[in-house]
């Protein structure tokens, strides 16, 4: 069998990518181990950033029609959540909708995109050359993408570093039935409401991984740490997590690339594993999708590593920040962050670091401009007299030069370039916005471009070179 791209791993990330890679008409296998997916959830959330994203495809409500809003998000053992609500963004709350519903949705759209997807079907060894993949004997392909977690065979294989932390401690998590308020109690014990059920999560204090968990040990820790007795019933799931922290050394070896789990691990702090995980799969597909069509330069796939590693290293730290906030000795460390929290600006900071709202990628050295870089804000737009949106202009997944009188330029292969009267306050008179949604060129209201001419913008990005 001869295919464009095989991807290990039906979770966020290898579904997403599969979403993204269909969407630019690329030949798609999508292998998952498991011929189900897991009776248990492992997170609830999705963040402004991942609405962001799913958005910029036209899904967004598809998500969100299911979820529960909550305008607000948490940091570490901070005794005050932040407040989203207010800053302005494009979706200001965080989305609390279980993991397992956010994969289904997401295959079901991978699915109507036409990508192969075969569950019960394991990744067991993978050989490449200069031409493309073999996989288990049988499969070619151009490429081959590992999101098959954190143990992933396909990073094991390629012989790709995995750098990082041991388990320093473990925590038990347990979903159950308690009559227990939610938040952070006495004794470091988080409770987090689920539809019929709590999520309880308490310090193990037996420093021991292959000890099962039982209802019975789970239920003296929380007494234990509660100092009194809360009856837990019937238990769905019992399991317990370290807070080691790792992340590949390389996101690519000549033809095989890593996203999610696989390329990162950290401790879980608000759900950060599957929005991370669709953050790399967003800023992969059109890239690996123009390097499968071959009008990418060569360095292009390569600024997938270096803008996403960077992206990780990120996310690493302050997780690794917030799992210390959360331990049973920094009481004194929570209350300074506390305060400092009460300073203008730091709310927003803290925000948009746990959310991704922050995520920067560098366009050159002497840029200024507060949008080079970042996700094009979804200001409102007219086109030949029609609102519309950024967002809407970045459903078919293509690049979009957005002209508002500063860059004229005649229609171009591979982008869409689209003539727009601005209807909100916009700070530019273009925009060239890349698949993903990042800026990667702007002229300024007078025509000034940044970071340079928008010809080397066109050819870095999209291999357009002026006739």
Known sequence: MRTDVVIAGAGPAGLMLACELATAGVATLLLERESTRPDFCRGFNLNARSLDVFDRRGIADRFINEGHKVPVTGFGGLPAPLDIGSLGWDHPYTLGIPQTRVEEILEERAVELGVDVRRGEELRTFGQDEDGVTVNGAISARYLVGCDGSRSVVRKIAGIAFPGTENSRYTMLGDVEADIAYGLHEGGVFVIPR????????????????????????????????DKHVELRNPRWLTRFGDAARQAERYRSGRVLLAGDAAHIHPPAGAQGVNLAIADAMNLGWKLAAAVRGWASPELLDTYHSERHAAGARVLLHTQAQALLGGDRTGPLRELFAELNELDGVGKYLAELVTGVETCYPMGEFTSHAWLGRMAPDVAVAVEGRPTSVARLLRAGRGVLLDFGAADHPPLDRIDV??????????VGALLIRPDGHVAWLATRDGRPEPGPLADALAWWFGLVPA
């Open 195 to 226: 539809p019929g059920y709590v999520r309880i999560v308490v310090a193990d204090p037996v420093f021991d991984r292959t000890e099962p968990i039982t209802l019975d040990v789970l239920q003296s820790t929380v007494d234990s740490a509660l």
């Open 418 to 427: 689209i003539r727009a009267e601005p209807l909100d306050d916009v700070p």
